[in-house]
């Protein structure tokens, strides 16, 4: 059975960090790219990070610098380390691959960034 479980999120104050996780489960993790995605109120779901196989990864402009995903193909699992955080990166934050043949989407994970 295919699938994904995030954990992780929270309520942080700005310029706060939290570690994201993502537990995959009936595929072969290892041989994906996998990404971090987001999905504000009212907004589309945007990917914010990805990790190839390879380990190369590549961010989208709003969290170059902030944010680092990592992989541990033992473990099946990727990580979305945040740091600095801010207000518009409150958001639900999902995983999964990060170039089609997605997997069911799983429940998320809420940051909440407040004062």
């Known amino acids: 059975q295919v699938q994904l479980v995030e954990s992780g999120g929270g309520l942080v104050q700005p310029g706060g960090s939290l ?7 009936g595929f072969i993790f290892s041989i994906y ?5 987001r999905q504000a109120p009212g907004k589309q779901r945007e ?16 969290v170059k610098g902030r944010f ?9 699992t990727v990580y979305l380390q945040m740091n600095s ?7 639900v ?3 999964n691959k990060a170039r ?7 429940q998320g994970t809420q940051v909440t960034v407040s004062s």
Not at 33 to 37: E, L
Not at 68 to 76: V, Y
């Open 19 to 25: 570690r994201l996780s993502c537990a995959a489960s």
């Open 68 to 76: 680092i995903i990592s992989r541990d193909n033992a473990k099946k």
């Open 33 to 37: 790219a996998m990404g971090w995605y």
């Open 85 to 91: 955080l801010k207000f518009e990166d409150t958001a």
């Open 47 to 62: 990917l914010v990070a990805v990790i190839t196989s390879g380990r190369s990864t590549d961010y989208t402009d709003s």
């Open 93 to 95: 934050y999902y995983c």
């Open 100 to 106: 089609g043949d997605y997997a069911p989407w799983g």
